[in-house]
């Protein structure tokens, strides 16, 4: 059953019409950090499909170049079609103006031009996390408190607790 999952994945791959990627690093209980990698399709009837493409366990570090080079071995491996590649999204962690992932991506001749994303769903996470615990402590106007995380120093998300949902 795995081998035929498989290979309808590999099917789709092949007939889309382009593809994005959604990376994230996380540590597994072994204390070994993976790298989830999923791809969204989308076909010529304009339906998207979103699968796991693979993950690949990080044998020693979790820079931005190890991280490339172990993306690169799998592209290789699997024939991985980046031509289709329109677009990367990443956790803040992956992106650095020439040692990150995104960079060296940019920086090969093997993939396209491509729009780049940073997900924010773990600052919103964190930032809900933060708020929940202000406002259960009585801090502030439970009808007004915003909690803000500086994610650079050009930009910062203010959430809002109550009865907004992250």
């Known amino acids: 059953m ?24 996380s540590t597994d209980v072994s204390d ?7 791809i969204r399709m989308v076909f010529n009837d304009m339906i998207a499909k979103v ?11 979790t820079r931005g170049e ?4 172990s993306f690169k071995n799998f592209m290789e491996k699997t024939r991985l079609p980046v031509c289709k590649l329109v677009s990367i999204t990443t956790d803040r962690a992956m992106v650095g103006r020439s040692n990150g992932f995104i960079a060296k991506c940019r920086e090969d001749d093997a993939f396209p031009d491509f729009l780049n994303y940073h997900c924010i769903i773990h600052q919103q996470a964190l930032c809900a996390k933060n708020a929940q615990h202000e406002r259960d402590n009585g801090c502030g106007n439970e009808d007004r408190l915003f909690y803000s995380r500086q994610i650079s120093s050009k930009t910062a998300i203010s959430c809002a607790s109550g009865e907004r949902r992250l």
């Open 32 to 38: 070994t950090a993976q790298l989830c990698i999923f």
């Open 2 to 25: 795995a081998e035929d999952l498989t290979q309808q994945l590999w099917k789709d791959i092949t007939d889309c019409e382009c593809f994005s990627l959604q990376l994230d690093e």
């Open 51 to 61: 699968e796991l493409l693979t993950v690949l366990p990080m044998k020693e570090h």
């Open 66 to 69: 190890d991280i490339f080079q």
